[in-house]
């Protein structure tokens, strides 16, 4: 075996994949899980229970990403229950050699449901690929918070990320109509990219919440808390659904302010993993 | 300007290069150049000259503040953000309205309507296009128009109309496109030298500093497929939605 091809084969071999697949039910006024998959490094857990809703807790066991990766989580939350999923831990997405990650969420939630999807950030180290796509469902009375940071390289280690590929595609239906799509793509020279103003301004975090349903109410209560934000924050509702905006020098900063937001849009309290 | 234009206007552009400099243009490339000039003039009433795409609140904030900064911000919104993404949009419609291929029409239509990073830049390319769909259907109709249009199921952000209009009128799309960046980057540099402001001649010289960017920003649209949309314009997007809050505006975005 020619010594690249060996290489290859070898380097195929060690790639993580992990799958997450479960949907939970409403039962005597509960959230009760219903049937769970999981297999590979990615894994679920459900800690203590709640008033009437359900958490569950994302581990990657592989304890980060690496080019070639795959990883799938199809989640779905049944007529009238409360489900909120976070991460154990930030996620870090490594330098790739050549294949880009794949991450690929699809959630989904039937009439009355309240699905939060709450991840810690994910910190993408200089020459990182990775493609992730999210694709909701909603039924048109689900209601949705979901958030997401990506943090160009760790800034407290004096890390940034210069080259690479980040790829996130998202996709928002509700009542079966497409209400907000997205697809955020940097690759190449990401460090000079970033730097431009009216891409980031030199900031090395992002992060984008969306609230649904979503009014001018809202907008004008995450408006009025804008004296406290620590980075940029912009907010905006339309065709039923909110959304907002963030750009901040760091993780820590834009996590505080993703923290106001999701407090001004949200009655219950977020996921303990996110105050550690 | 009819003998520079002309070449784009053609689908063999090896042939072109060597054409006479006083070679004709043919029936069709003449009305193809008579149209989108016309569609793509800020003349055309689709109040264009309305929305500055949250340059306003850019100008506010002392992100674009003279020439060079405008200039910067402008082509990283052809190349990362709106430019681009709308550009793809509009070959798609256009590709699906020529084959006549209605589902894949309304797809487009949907996707783009969705593709909105703010409420006033979901209004800009939603009330635009619906004007522009309403002059074409009362000035410049065509046989293959009404059902184009219906396929959209009343889902027709601007890139979406013109893409279509362009495609039942035969105007080829490389033309299409690029016309298009040159209407929307036309209208973003007077926005933007309204209000930091900037003279007549400083404007031309960012139009014509920015040609080689609008040339790029098309060619790349037009072999681009839909999973290639994508952009990183994130604080656009910002000014885009702070712009609703500021105090005193000229524009509706």
């Not at chain 1, 939350?77 to 870090?92: F, I």
């Not at chain 1, 406290?228 to 907002?244: D, K, L, Q």
């Not at chain 2, 969705?114 to 065509?142: C, D, K, M, N, V």
């Not at chain 2, 209208?187 to 960017?213: C, F, K």
Request: include cysteine.
């Amino acid at each position: 075996m020619p010594l690249d091809t060996a290489a290859a084969a070898i380097f195929a071999a060690n790639r993580a994949q992990g799958a997450v697949k479960f949907d939970v039910k409403r039962e005597d006024g509960v959230t009760r899980r219903g049937r769970l998959h999981e297999s590979g490094s990615l894994r679920v857990r459900f800690p203590s229970p709640e008033a009437d809703g359900l958490s569950a807790v994302f581990i990657n066991t592989a304890g980060g990403i690496a080019g070639g990766d795959r990883f799938d989580s199809e989640i779905a939350a049944g007529a009238g229950t409360r489900l909120t999923l976070t991460t154990a831990a930030a996620e870090k997405v490594y330098r790739a050699a050549a294949a880009p990650a794949q991450i690929r969420i699809a959630l989904k939630a039937e009439a009355n449901a309240h699905l939060c999807w709450l991840p810690q950030e994910t910190i993408l180290f200089d020459r990182a690929r990775v493609t992730r796509s999210i694709d909701i469902d909603l039924a048109d009375s689900a209601s949705l918070l979901l958030c997401e940071i990506v943090v160009f390289g760790r800034a407290a280690m004096g890390e940034k990320m210069l080259s690479g590929e980040f790829v996130d595609r998202w996709r928002l239906r509700r009542g079966g109509k497409l209400v907000f799509a997205e697809t955020v793509r940097l690759d190449g020279d990401i460090g000079m990219m970033l730097a431009r103003p009216a891409v980031a301004g030199g900031a090395a975090a992002i992060g984008t919440a969306l609230i649904v349903p979503g009014d001018e109410a809202l907008v004008q209560r995450i408006r009025d808390t804008a004296p406290r934000f620590r980075g940029e924050v912009g907010i905006s509702a339309w065709n039923g659904i909110a959304m907002a905006r963030f750009c901040a020098q760091d993780g820590a900063r834009l996590r505080a302010d993703m923290m106001a937001v999701l407090g001004c849009a949200s009655g219950t309290a977020l996921p303990r993993l996110w105050l550690a | 300007m009819i003998i520079t234009a002309s070449p784009m206007l053609t689908t063999t552009s090896s042939t072109d290069e060597a054409a006479p400099a006083d070679a004709a243009l043919s029936a069709a490339q003449g009305a193809a150049l008579y149209r989108l000039m016309t569609w793509l003039s800020p003349a055309f009433p689709v109040g264009a000259f309305s929305y500055s795409s949250g340059i306003e609140w850019a100008v506010e904030a002392g992100d674009i503040v003279d020439a060079p900064t405008l200039q910067d911000w402008l082509c990283a919104m052809l190349r990362h953000g709106a430019g681009f993404c709308d550009a793809v949009l509009l070959a798609h419609a256009h590709r699906a309205a020529a084959a006549q291929d209605h589902a894949a029409l309304g797809e487009v239509a949907e996707l783009a309507c969705a593709y909105a990073p703010s409420r006033e830049r979901h209004l800009e390319t939603t009330a635009q296009g619906r004007a522009f769909i309403e002059i074409a259907r009362a000035a410049w109709h065509s046989a293959r128009l009404d059902a184009a249009i219906s396929a959209c199921d009343g889902m027709t952000a601007y890139p979406v109309a013109v893409g279509l209009v362009s495609a039942a009128h035969g105007v080829p799309l490389a033309a299409t496109l690029h016309g298009f960046l040159h209407a929307v980057v036309s209208n973003w540099i007077s926005a933007g030298s309204r209000l930091v402001p900037l003279g007549q001649t400083a404007s031309q010289r960012l139009i014509a500093a920015l040609e080689p960017v609008v040339i790029g920003t098309g060619a790349r649209a037009l072999i681009a497929s839909l999973d290639d949309l994508g952009g990183a314009t994130f604080r656009a997007d910002l000014a885009g939605m702070r712009h609703e809050a500021q105090y005193t505006r000229l524009f509706r975005s």
